[in-house]
């Protein structure tokens, strides 16, 4: 996972991104994952994994190219930002990005799992991934800000600072 | 399984993930006094000196969204009473800090007396109301025992 040499504190500034812009990204990705989810448990299970191969895939581009990068924030400044007027105030794209990341991770090991015969990770990494998703999109809900912090408390992250 | 059941088990998550999501929102960011009162000094947390009344501890990371908001609404409160400071920790570089204080999530602050006695813990985005409250419970017992 990336790690850009982020000032903390309020760094983020006049380049910053519009925060409704990936909790709109993350509303598709959790009505996605809840088509995904339904296919899986319907039997669907080509489909379904061709469908999160799709969404891993849209959260690589997130997580990589960056969140500012991504489809969903193209249609966001495009079609539901000139309806919505200025954002009250800009966020740094760092999180976001980072939570991309986290997506790619759950639907990705869901997915090395399924091809690797185990049937059953499918649907719960679809499940996992919209609980995040959905708890993202509709309540502002921030899964890297207590990962992140796991990650660091078992040292797995550690900056030379 | 059938396309009914299926739609049962959807409905079901979304049930679960909004309740999550209501029960998260209804206790995050609530100010709750500390009863163990620990001492935190300046320098073991950073450079910044802390306030003569009262210091808002922030512990934040960079991929922390909410940590942003949560240091402009503590900036602001702050700035409106004398020897009250804000002090922000990055906790990417001290996760003996976060073993310390054994956060779970961030932002996480501290509020601390003019002594560094944790008086109060905000877990998630604290609210501005929430804080002042707080601060003034704080202070006004400092002006009580002075």
């Given amino acids: 996972m990336s790690q850009p040499e982020t000032v903390t504190g309020p760094a983020a500034g006049a380049s910053g991104i519009d925060p409704r812009s990936p909790r709109f990204g993350a509303g598709i990705t959790a009505v996605l994952l809840l088509v995904d989810l339904f296919l899986a448990l319907t039997g669907a299970t080509t489909a379904a994994a061709v469908l999160l191969l799709a969404i891993a895939l849209l959260f690589a581009w997130g997580a990589f190219a960056g969140i500012q990068r991504h489809p969903y924030g193209l249609l966001f400044r495009s079609l539901i930002r000139p309806r919505l007027g200025a954002p009250a105030e800009r966020e740094d794209p760092a999180p976001p990005t980072f939570a991309q990341g986290?997506?790619?991770?759950?639907?990705?090991?869901?997915?090395?799992?399924?091809?690797?015969?185990?049937?059953?990770?499918?649907p719960v990494a679809a499940a996992l991934a919209f609980v995040a998703a959905f708890l993202n999109s509709v309540f502002g809900y921030c899964l890297g800000c207590q990962l992140y912090l796991l990650l660091v408390r078992a040292r797995v992250i550690r900056r030379t600072a | 399984m059938n396309g009914f059941a299926a739609f049962g088990v959807l409905a079901a998550l979304v049930a679960v993930?909004?309740?999550?999501?209501l029960l998260w929102r209804a206790t995050s960011g609530r100010a709750r006094t500390v009863r163990r009162a620990?001492?935190?000094?300046?320098?073991?947390v950073g450079t910044e000196p802390f306030g003569g009344?009262?210091?808002?501890?922030?512990?934040?990371?960079?991929?922390?969204?909410?940590?942003?908001?949560?240091?402009?609404?503590l900036g602001t409160v702050a700035d409106d009473l004398t020897g009250v400071r804000h002090v922000e920790v990055d906790l990417t570089n001290r996760p003996d800090?976060?073993?310390?204080f054994s956060v779970l999530q961030t932002p996480t602050t501290l509020v601390l007396d003019g002594a560094g006695s944790v008086r109060a813990r905000i877990g998630g985005p604290a609210r501005a109301a929430d804080v002042r409250t707080t601060l003034d419970r704080i202070l006004g017992s400092d002006h009580v025992s002075a």
Wanted: aromatic share 6%; hydrophobic share 55%; net charge positive.
């Fill in chain 1, 102 to 122: 986290v997506g790619l991770v759950v639907t990705g090991l869901g997915l090395l799992l399924f091809v690797l015969g185990v049937p059953l990770a499918l």
């Fill in chain 2, 38 to 44: 620990e001492v935190v000094q300046p320098g073991e």
């Fill in chain 2, 53 to 73: 009344r009262a210091t808002l501890l922030q512990f934040s990371t960079a991929f922390c969204a909410p940590c942003r908001s949560t240091a402009r609404v």
């Fill in chain 2, 97 to 100: 800090l976060a073993d310390r």
């Fill in chain 2, 17 to 21: 993930a909004t309740a999550a999501g």
